[in-house]
């Protein structure tokens, strides 16, 4: 499935850059699951464990943008709806190897512990 950069900025900056549904259809996509509210920030760090080629190739862009512009959100957001509104990211399902982990993580990094 394919995502925009701004949808994608929510999950790799964790700052919410567009709808909250995009943030769950993002996550469900990259991990198979049906995820709940809380399990958002902590799915968010296991992608960011694991590092899907999609999460970095989004990651180094952000890097690349945020070095051009600076970290300010609004600046950020301006920018990035101006130049990269139709520049997107596929998204896919983590491998076996690397959504092995990713239930004992899950659990053992909910926030409901």
Not at 5 to 17: A, I, P
Not at 21 to 42: C, F, K, R, S, W
Not at 60 to 81: A, C, S
Not at 100 to 112: D, P, R, T, V
């Amino acid at each position: 499935m394919k995502f925009t950069v701004k949808q994608l900025f929510s999950v790799t900056d964790g700052r919410l850059s567009t709808e909250i549904g995009d943030v769950y259809e993002i996550l469900n996509t990259a991990t198979g699951e049906q995820l709940m509210t809380h399990h958002l920030p902590v799915a968010m760090k296991y992608l960011d464990e694991v590092k899907p080629d999609w999460y970095v190739k989004a990651r180094e862009q952000l890097v690349d943008i945020k070095q051009k512009v600076g970290d300010d959100f609004q600046n950020l957001m301006t920018y990035i709806d101006k130049i990269y509104f139709a520049n997107y990211h596929e998204v896919t399902e983590m491998t076996a190897e690397q959504k092995k982990g990713f239930g004992a993580y899950m659990i053992e990094n909910s926030l409901l512990r």
